[in-house]
């Protein structure tokens, strides 16, 4: 069975920095896909919003246009985890992040049935 467990979040004000960690257990971590998404209240799961992911290395990263130059993805493999560190953090921010793992990835990052296991969420709140 394959488990994300999500650390990090938070109360933050705007301007300020988080960053989100995900660990996964069970599988094989090495070979998936890790991606971010965040969900708003009045959303559907099937409307996250993709924010980030990174490819088996680390030498493929991709990132939803409203992230990017303020968010960054990394991954130990080692370690069975993946970050979202978070910069310049906005009010428009705030929403529940979710972190995923894609075993059978098939090219389609930003899409939210690439990914079959998910984590359980952790809430970001931007203050403004």
């Known amino acids: 069975q394959v488990l994300l467990r999500q650390f990090g979040g938070g109360l933050v004000q705007a301007g300020d920095s988080l960053k989100l960690s995900c660990v996964v257990s069970?599988?094989?971590?090495?070979?998936?896909?890790m991606a971010w998404f965040r969900q708003t209240p009045g959303q559907e799961r099937d409307e996250r919003e993709f924010?980030?992911?990174?490819?088996?290395?680390?030498?493929?990263?991709y990132y939803g246009d409203s992230v990017k130059g303020r968010f960054y993805i990394s991954r130990d493999n080692p370690k069975n985890t993946v970050y979202l560190q978070m910069n310049s953090l906005k009010p428009e921010d705030t929403a529940v992040y979710y972190c995923?793992?894609?075993?059978?990835?098939?090219?389609?990052?930003?899409?939210?049935?690439?990914?079959?296991?998910w984590g359980l969420g952790t809430q970001v709140t931007v203050s403004s």
């Open positions: 995923a793992a894609a075993p059978n990835y098939n090219g389609r990052y930003n899409v939210i049935y690439e990914y079959n296991h």
């Open positions: 924010v980030a992911a990174i490819t088996w290395s680390t030498d493929s990263t």
């Open positions: 069970g599988g094989t971590f090495s070979r998936y896909v």
